[in-house]
């Protein structure tokens, strides 16, 4: 049996879904950023990076493709809005032979799975994934330099929040204002906004790419006080997922290795300044594989996540499985 960084067990040659607990289950073989519906009973999921938003019916196991009724350059994020209506992110073109600068010049729409029409969009850009509230029609997202060139300087990222209003049925964006400008910061890094931080959401926390390898941090929304909740030096620490009490956040890390973002599990972090992890899954453990973007159901009872593969860009999955903390034990 190899041996990984920190000198645990592994196991070559052997896939983890082929050896899930009793407490996790493979909802599906292909998608990717598994996201809960309000009411729990369905989850929402890109099919591919650049692909169409999906929505699988937990009780059934059908499958609805939420925007095959129109042409689009597909999707990087997917997510519910507390109304049913779903804020969408993707280009508005994309040269599959430069699919990395597409990732950057995401524009975010709200969709109404109700109707069969095109998406509304909002007039702003988004790099990578926009934060959503569970409670009102509010949400944050983060710009950076290469969005906005003649605006941003280089190295730049902004964390900016806004309401989302509906006149005459359709959404836009109001009461729009800058969060956080990472120059502000005592360090350097790039921002990517995750959660706000419930219950009563006057937290946002966010991912600060790049310093200390990459740490878990939170921005008050009323003081611009930022705390690093993570604050684990040479530790891949992505937050992805908050405990509907916010408590705690699932994070994608590579405590168990230390071999960087390619190879991380899930963690859930304390957000009360300990900085205590504790382990949750043990993907990595079969070498080229990992476990990422978890968000929990609004009861804090299952986890949904995605399998990726070592090799694979950030934030692409190949199937959604299903973490239930009611029948987990921890170790």
């Known amino acids: 049996m190899a041996r990984s960084a920190e000198g645990q067990a592994s196991t070559p040659g052997r896939h983890p879904a082929d050896h899930l607990?009793?407490?996790?289950?493979?909802?599906?073989?292909?998608?990717?950023?598994?996201d809960w519906s309000p009411d729990g009973k369905r989850i929402l999921f890109l099919s591919k990076t650049f692909g169409d938003a999906m929505e699988l019916e937990l009780e059934t196991?059908?499958?609805?493709n939420l925007t095959a009724h129109y042409a689009h350059h597909g999707y990087t994020r997917a997510l519910y809005l507390p109304n049913g209506d779903i804020l969408l992110s993707g280009p508005q073109s994309f040269d599959p032979r430069r699919p990395g600068e597409?990732?950057?010049?995401?524009?975010?729409f709200v969709l109404d799975p109700r109707r069969e029409r095109p998406p509304t969009p909002l007039g702003t850009k988004c790099s990578?994934?926009?934060?959503?509230?569970?409670?009102r029609l509010h949400l944050a997202w983060t710009h950076v330099a290469a969005q906005y060139p003649d605006e941003m300087p280089p190295g730049t990222s902004r964390i900016?929040?806004?309401?989302?209003?509906?006149?005459?049925?359709?959404?836009?964006?109001?009461?729009?204002?800058?969060?956080?400008?990472?120059?502000?910061?005592?360090?350097?890094?790039t921002l990517e906004t995750q959660n706000f931080r419930p219950p009563d959401e006057k937290e946002l926390i966010f991912s600060a790419y790049g310093y200390q390898g990459t740490e878990v941090c939170g921005v008050n929304l009323e003081t611009g006080a930022v705390t690093n909740y993570s604050n684990a030096p040479d530790q891949y620490d992505e937050p992805e997922g908050i405990f509907p009490d916010g408590s705690a956040t699932l994070v994608e890390c590579d405590r168990q290795n230390r071999l960087g973002p390619g190879h991380v599990d899930l963690w859930r972090l304390e957000l009360d300044g300990t900085g205590r992890y504790q382990r949750l899954t043990h993907f990595s453990d079969f070498p080229g594989f990992k476990?990422?973007?978890?968000?929990?159901?609004?009861?804090?009872?299952?986890?949904?996540?995605?399998?990726a593969r070592s090799r694979d860009a950030a934030g692409v999955g190949h199937g959604i499985f299903l973490f239930d903390l009611q029948a987990w034990k921890p170790q």
């Open 21 to 34: 607990p009793p407490y996790i289950r493979q909802l599906t073989w292909f998608g990717e950023r598994a």
């Open 291 to 307: 476990a990422s973007n978890p968000v929990v159901r609004d009861d804090g009872r299952y986890i949904a996540f995605q399998l």
């Open 102 to 108: 597409a990732r950057v010049q995401c524009w975010l």
């Open 128 to 135: 990578e994934g926009p934060a959503v509230s569970r409670r």
């Open 61 to 64: 196991g059908r499958i609805r």
């Open 160 to 189: 900016w929040e806004a309401d989302l209003v509906y006149e005459d049925g359709r959404p836009r964006l109001a009461n729009q204002r800058l969060v956080l400008d990472s120059r502000k910061l005592p360090f350097s890094c």
